[in-house]
């Protein structure tokens, strides 16, 4: 089988982002969804939250892109990346992983290629499923979809899950199959107490 490319896979939009409203200005656009936001947040006298709700819209906004796409990786085998028709906000609809200045929202360009590079690391829970308290036990299959040039050698993968003295960590062996995604192995753990 032929690498495959996926196109627009399961997106949402962040919440438009007040703090950005001076690039608007200085490419003499109007910022319409900007506007609407503030308008909205200052009847409700909620303006003051307006820069927290856009980073903390644009942290969810980025979790959920990587578990979608970790998702399309895992199904279809051969898939070698997602091609990005809302990589880049376009004008009302935020929904890329660049503002529509092809500047940084949240991740630079190395972090995003952890989710959509030639080599990827992925789990199987869905974005619904990643919501742990300390004590909770944790089973995860984890994957490597490679297609990079030259593959990935067969290695180990080392984790840690927490810090300091309640960290608890391990490392699985693999060896994986190129130009495809592959099972690694299975992590079973408990959340450290916090």
């Known amino acids: 089988s032929l690498p495959m490319i996926q196109h627009e896979y399961r997106w949402w939009t962040s919440f438009p982002d007040v703090r950005i409203k001076k690039k608007y200005k200085d490419a003499g656009l109007r910022p319409i969804e900007i506007d609407l936001a503030e308008e909205a947040a200052a009847e409700a006298g909620l303006q003051h939250l307006l820069p927290a709700v856009a980073h903390n819209s644009q942290r969810i906004h980025f979790s959920e892109m990587k578990a ?27 929904m890329g992983v660049l503002d529509m200045f092809y500047e940084k929202k949240l991740v630079d360009a190395e972090t995003w290629l952890q989710t959509n590079g030639d080599t ?19 089973t995860v299959n984890m994957s490597i979809s490679d297609f990079a040039h030259p593959p990935l050698k067969p290695g180990r993968l080392e984790w840690k899950l927490g810090s300091g003295r309640s960290a608890v960590s391990g490392s699985l062996k693999f ?20």
């Open 120 to 138: 990827v690391l992925l789990m199987d829970h869905e974005f619904e499923d990643r919501m742990y308290t300390s004590g909770d036990k944790l």
């Open 175 to 194: 060896k994986h199959t190129p130009f495809c995604t592959s099972s690694l192995g299975v992590i079973k753990t408990k959340f450290p107490e916090t």
């Open 68 to 94: 979608k796409m970790d998702r399309c990786r895992r199904n279809f085998k051969f898939l070698a990346g997602l091609c990005h028709y809302c990589g880049v906000d376009i004008h009302c609809a935020p």
